[in-house]
C-alpha cells in the first residue's frame, strides 16, 4: 500500500498517474478523471503499476475521443460562423445567391462530408468499446467497476448524435442552396470567357493569393529576424504592394546599422531557415553597414553560411535569366516589326 502524504487525498500520487503540477490539456484531463477511477478501480487493482497502467489506457481513450468530437465541435463552429468564408451569412431568412458563391458552398459541404465521415468513425470505435466492456447478453457488464467508461461511453455518443443532427442538417440546407444556385446561374463563365481562360484566370487569381502569403510570412521572418539581431532597431515597412518578395520595402529611422548595433550572439543562433529574410535584410533592404555586414557573414555558422551564398548565387542568377530573357523578347519583337515594314 501506498502512504498518503500529510494533506494530500489518497489518489494524488505519481505512482498512480497523479501530475503535480499540471500546466497543458492532457495532465489537466486526467488529473479530472483520476478521483472517479480510484474510488472505482483501486479496490481492486491495489498494485500501484498495475492501476496506473489501467488507468493511463483509459484516461488516454477518454482524452483522445474527447479531443477529436472538441475538434469537430470545432470545425462546425466555424462553418456554420459569421467568416466570409462560411455558411452563416447563408442561413438567414432571406439569401441573394451571387455568382462566386457557389465556391463557398462546395468547399464548405466538402467540409461537411469529413465532419460526417469523422463523427462515424468516432462512433464506430465508442460502440466497439461499449460492446467489449459487456457479455453476451448485452445488459451485464463484465466488471462493475467498468461502469465508468460506460458512462463515458453514453455521453459522448449523445454529443456525437447531437452534433450528427446539426451537421446533417446544415448540409442538407447547402445542398439545396448548390443545386437554387446552378439553377439561377446554369452557366456562371463570364460573357466572352471561355473556359479555358475562366480557368487560366483562376490559376493567375490563386497565384497572385499564393504569392501575397509567401510575402507577409518573409516580412513576418523579417521582422523576427531585425528584432533579434538589433532589438533596438525601429524597421518601418514602406512597401505600397505585396505582389512579389522584392516589393518589400522598408527603411529605418536613421542611416544604417552599425558594427556596435548589431548582438554577436544572435547573428551565431541564425539557422539555416532564415536564409532567406537575412539575404533580404542584407542586399535588398540595405540596412546594415559594410562593416556590419562582413561581422555578420564572418560570425554564421558554417552551414549557414554556405546556404547563404548558395542563395546569394541562385537569386542574382534568377535576375540575370530573367532580365536576358527580356532582352531577347525585345529583340524578336524588334526583328518582326523590321520584317514587316519590308514586306509592306
Not at 461499449?130 to 465508468?148: A, F, N, P
Not at 514602406?238 to 516589393?247: K, L, M, N, P, V
Amino acid at each position: 500500500m501506498l502512504s498518503e502524504e500529510e494533506g494530500r487525498k489518497p489518489y494524488e500520487q505519481i505512482p498512480l498517474g497523479w501530475f503535480p503540477h499540471p500546466k497543458s490539456g492532457r495532465p489537466l484531463f486526467y488529473n479530472e478523471l483520476l478521483p472517479s477511477y480510484y474510488e472505482a478501480v483501486y479496490k481492486f487493482k491495489s498494485n500501484a503499476s498495475t492501476f496506473k497502467k489501467s488507468f493511463y489506457k483509459e484516461a488516454e481513450r477518454q482524452w483522445n475521443i474527447t479531443s477529436k468530437v472538441k475538434e469537430l465541435e470545432k470545425a462546425f463552429s466555424f462553418i456554420s460562423g459569421t467568416n466570409p468564408a462560411s455558411l452563416g451569412h447563408f442561413q438567414e431568412t432571406e439569401v441573394k445567391l451571387k455568382i462566386g458563391d457557389d465556391n463557398i458552398l462546395q468547399m464548405n459541404n466538402v467540409k461537411l462530408e469529413k465532419c460526417l465521415e469523422k463523427l462515424d468513425e468516432i462512433k464506430k470505435d465508442v460502440n466497439m468499446n461499449q460492446t467489449d466492456l459487456h457479455d453476451e447478453s448485452g445488459r451485464t457488464l463484465k466488471r462493475g467497476y467498468k461502469h465508468l467508461n460506460r458512462d463515458f461511453n453514453k455521453a459522448i455518443l449523445s454529443k456525437c448524435d447531437t452534433l450528427l443532427a446539426n451537421v446533417t442538417k446544415l448540409k442538407e440546407k447547402t445542398e439545396n442552396m448548390l443545386i437554387t444556385y446552378n439553377k439561377m446561374f446554369p452557366n456562371k463563365i463570364k460573357i466572352g470567357r471561355s473556359e479555358e481562360g475562366a480557368v487560366r484566370k483562376k490559376k493567375s487569381r490563386n497565384k497572385r493569393k499564393a504569392q501575397k502569403r509567401k510575402t507577409h510570412r518573409y516580412k513576418n521572418k523579417i521582422r523576427a529576424l531585425m528584432s533579434s539581431l538589433v532589438p533596438e532597431g525601429n524597421l518601418i515597412f514602406t512597401s505600397e504592394r505585396e505582389d512579389h518578395i522584392s516589393d518589400i520595402k522598408a527603411k529605418i529611422n536613421f542611416g544604417v546599422f552599425e558594427v556596435s548595433d548589431v548582438r554577436l550572439d544572435a547573428i551565431m543562433k541564425i539557422q539555416c531557415y532564415d536564409v532567406p529574410a537575412l539575404f533580404l535584410l542584407m542586399e535588398t533592404l540595405h540596412v546594415f553597414s559594410h562593416q556590419a555586414k562582413v561581422l555578420i557573414l564572418e560570425n554564421l555558422q558554417n552551414r549557414v553560411e554556405n546556404d547563404y551564398w548558395k542563395y546569394f548565387d541562385e537569386f542574382y542568377k534568377s535576375s540575370s535569366d530573367s532580365q536576358s530573357d527580356n532582352q531577347s523578347d525585345n529583340q524578336e519583337g524588334s526583328s518582326s516589326f523590321s520584317q514587316e515594314e519590308s514586306d509592306f
